[in-house]
């Protein structure tokens, strides 16, 4: 008896194909592929200046790549027939200030094909939902920037579009507000939503992402399920935390026949392992030097690990932040 023929992969929402884009001279965005499918959180990772904006800025049709082609849908970036099918939070904010909070989002769903009815109702639940709905009646230059942020968001779902496209939709929020985007977030997927996630901020992106796309000046170092990147990448991996005393701990990991690679950062260190090496021996030697550990964890390596390794210490460090 034949076995079935496997299912057909499912068409991406989102293709880029060699897309290349210069201002003045400057290679903002290099010979970039990438395939989005559907029904995933894909993340766009890259340190500033990496050329994540202007990749989304032509997804959004809002600049033309000099070569290449952006493909949404099916069809060339720009079809309008596909516009109310998109939810676009750009990096730069931007609300009618002077404007109420629900004539805002009661106007931009109408903008997007929402009847006014079923706009107002649906304003409404987010602005409920998200702790805003005392200020409804307000105007947006009388909300704090984390709420102006917050009504932004709203106006990117409102009309529940099948893509969102998030550039740095975390930026400037704090832990509270941050956790509700990121349960809306992960509600949107739920739904069926695409989402393509735009950070710098890689604890968020680990936590979030199932597909990711490493890029750094303008050129893609890596793309594929987060799963199977963190297999790829190799090694034996070690997450160390200390109590208090680190004893002489950076001694152990400075003997190259354990130690291939640390990140120490005070009371948290993360160690590749060097090729042969017993997991069992540095946790003997650490305790035998007067740390006192919290945590010994063999793992595999962290998102933040794998794109500080790509990109360089340097570029990381300009350019991301560990945590939120």
Known sequence: MMSPAPAPSPTP???LDRVRKTFAGHIAVDDLSLAVPPGVIYGLLGPNGAGKTTTIRMIMDILQPDAGSVRLFGAPAGDRMYAE????????????????????????GEMRGMERRRARQRAGEWLERLGLAQW????????????????????????E?????????????????AQVMKDTVLELRAR??????????????????????IIARGRKLVDGPLGDIKRTRGGHHLVVGFDGSVGAAA???????????????????EVELAPGADPQRVLRDLVGSGAR???????EPSLLKIFIDLVGPEAAQAGVRPDA
């Open 293 to 299: 550990l919290a945590r010994f964890e063999l793992r």
């Open 161 to 177: 579009p099948a893509l969102v496209v998030l550039d740095e939709a975390f930026a400037g929020l704090d832990p509270v507000n």
């Open 85 to 108: 099918r998109i939810g676009y939070l750009p990096e730069e904010r931007g609300l009618y200030r002077k404007m109420r909070v629900l004539d805002v989002l009661v106007f931009l």
């Open 136 to 159: 409804r009646l307000r105007r947006i230059d009388e909300l704090s920037k984390g709420m102006q942020q917050k009504v932004q968001f709203i106006s990117t779902i409102l009309h």
């Open 13 to 15: 929402i989102l293709v």
């Open 192 to 213: 069926g939503a695409t989402i393509l996630f735009s950070t710098h901020i890689m604890e968020q992106a680990e936590k979030l992402c199932e597909h990711v796309c």
């Open 251 to 269: 001694q152990v990991f400075a003997d190259a026949a354990l130690v291939k690679k640390v990140d120490d950062y005070g009371q948290y260190a």
